[in-house]
């Protein structure tokens, strides 16, 4: 086992490292989760668990192996851990959906041919009624983090 520092070990690398292994610490979280049984059912997302319990006993020794090499690496390479902000994540995802959401009006769906008149009269106010409810959310969360 090492200890210590490796001896040149660039900010460059070290931060590649980091970042890839918090990406893959990310991924195991929600593995777990389903090895745990999650299966969510929303409005258009539903998910399926058809995971048995032998695969998903499999599965969890497989995340507990990887955590501790995750561990490991943490430890000998010095690697801190990042606390994740779920208000600016919120935020961050409101930001990106608002686009996505906009680009499923009448104007931006001429792009893919024009759009019955029914369609766009139908549409538009619903997504902008989305758009409105995601710049609730938007201001929500900024009065949030200002007073916590």
């Known amino acids: 086992m090492l200890v210590g520092s490796i001896p040149n070990l660039s900010e460059a690398h070290h931060s590649r490292i980091r970042i890839t292994l918090t990406l893959l610490d990310e991924a195991l979280v929600k593995f777990e989760e389903w090895a745990r049984g999650r299966e969510v059912h929303s409005v258009l997302y539903h998910e399926t668990n058809n995971l048995d319990p032998e695969r998903r006993a499999l599965l969890l020794a497989d995340i507990a192996a990887i955590h501790g090499i995750i561990q490991e690496l943490k430890d000998d390479l010095h690697l801190k851990e990042s606390s994740q902000d779920i208000t600016k994540t919120i935020q961050g995802h409101c930001y990106i959906l608002w686009v996505d959401v906009l680009e499923m009006t009448g104007k931006y769906l001429r792009g893919f ?14 997504a902008y009624r989305i758009l409105q409810y995601l710049d609730h959310l938007k201001a929500l969360l900024t009065k949030a983090g200002s007073s916590g």
């Open 113 to 126: 041919g024009e759009p019955a008149p029914e369609l766009v009269n139908y549409l538009d106010p619903k």
